[in-house]
Every structure is written in C-alpha cells, then in structure tokens.
C-alpha cells in the first residue's frame, strides 16, 4: 500500500515537473514546511519551496506524512490526480500512522497526543479515553501500543534526562502475540536514516535519543508496514 502510494505520488509529481520545467534546489527541513504550510512565507518563498516539494520524492514524503492531507491543495496538480493521491494518503494514514507527542520533563513524561493506545500497568487504556480523562503523566516510562493489519507495534518510551529518551520497539503478531524478529526497524529525522536494526533479538531500542521530530519505520523485505510519527518536546 505504502509502497504504491510512494510510487503514485512520485509518477504525479514527476509529470507535473516535466509539463512545468521545474528545476531541484536544496531539501525543506520542517520549520520550512510548517511555515509554507500556515502560509507564512512570501510569495518568492513559497514558490520556491513549492517546486522543490515537486521535485523531491523525499520531501513531499515528509510533507505528506507530516502535514493535513488537504495541504496539496497548495500545490495546485491537476484536480483528478489530486483527488487519488488525497485518497490514498487519507486511507494511509487513518491505518498506517501511530502519532506519538510527548514532553519530557524531569522525570515524568507527559502524552501530549496519540492515536495509540496506552499501557497503564497492566490496563490498556484506549487513545480516546486517555484524552478524554486527561491522563498524560507518566512515570520514567509509557508504553504505547498500535495494531496495523496483522501486526501490534509496542513503543516504549524510556525517559532518561529532561532531553534524552531511549526507545524500545518491539513487534507481535496480532492475534498469537508471538515477537516477529524479522522485521526492520529504522529511525529517521528529517528525511535522514539515524539507525535501522533488524528486530532479530525481540526488540529494536534507540538509546540517548534527542528532542525532535522522528518517523519510526517498520519494514518487512517487501514492503513497509508501520510508521510512527513522534514528536518529543521539553
Ligand atoms: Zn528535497
């Protein structure tokens, strides 16, 4: 699914460049997105960024997964196109995205938002009713689980210092909870691969990671299968 939306987007995107002679300059890092997205920058600005958005698979990428759908409304492509790619990334990411942020303080870790759910002891408590009763503090640690399709992704959350977090991920089997140890788990921030190890102990861990902006990938030889999308602030 993943893999066809990538490839989607890229054909779009390369027509249009090829019909509007667009040429690439350097990639967008987020700040830049979030301001071309709230229409914070100039008309030059906007332009720029806008062509290089339809150059670059990597950050539209970003851009798709990172902003509202109904941002690629600004780029202004061919309204028949528009709508499948709208489709596609909207059916993607209601099933496909765990969205995890997070404040680090001293030794509690609140749960800005997620759409995943919350292991509390040994209660699992669902997204919406974490946010409806207010419970964001957490002890040194919150675990946050999410089922794609046939796979349960478990993030734990580790706080270490009020900037520095580890980040254990282990995947299961949906309905026989056995650990899948074949599975590559690969951090990224700001379109760059940081780490990516294979899940071939049980669990993949980050450690002394930093406040940011991150998309967790989880990956099977053909396809990828999970995204998280994390956000750790102080
Ligand atoms: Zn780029």
Not at 34 to 52: P, T, V, W
Request: glycine letters at 2%; proline letters at 2%.
């Amino acid at each position: 699914m993943q893999d066809n939306l990538d490839k989607f987007v890229k054909h779009v995107y390369k027509k249009w460049k090829q019909d509007n002679h667009v040429s690439e300059g350097e990639h967008v890092n987020e700040e830049v997105l979030a301001s071309f997205y709230d229409g914070l920058l100039s008309k030059d600005e906007f332009e720029h960024i806008k062509a290089h958005l339809l150059t670059c698979s990597d950050c539209m990428d970003s851009f798709a997964s990172n902003f509202p759908v109904v941002a690629l409304e600004k780029l202004n492509v061919p309204e028949v196109s528009m709508n499948v790619v709208k489709n596609l990334i909207l059916s993607e990411k209601k099933d496909s995205f765990l969205e995890i942020i997070l404040r680090l303080k001293e030794k509690i870790l609140e749960v800005v938002n997620t759409n995943g759910d919350c292991l509390v002891g040994l209660e699992l408590i669902p997204a919406p009713v974490l946010r409806s009763r207010q419970i964001k503090d957490f002890k040194d640690e919150v675990v946050i689980l999410k089922d794609f399709d046939d796979i349960r992704v478990e993030v734990k959350i580790e706080n270490k210092d009020k900037n520095v977090f580890n980040l254990i991920i282990v995947v299961k089997n949906k309905k026989t909870q056995q650990v899948l140890k074949d599975l590559r788990v690969t951090l990224i921030r700001e379109g760059l691969e940081l780490e990516s190890y294979l899940a071939n102990s049980g669990s993949v861990v980050f450690e002394h990671v930093s406040l940011g902006v991150y998309k967790v990938e989880i990956s099977s030889v053909e396809a990828r299968l999970a995204s998280i999308l994390l956000e750790v602030k102080a």
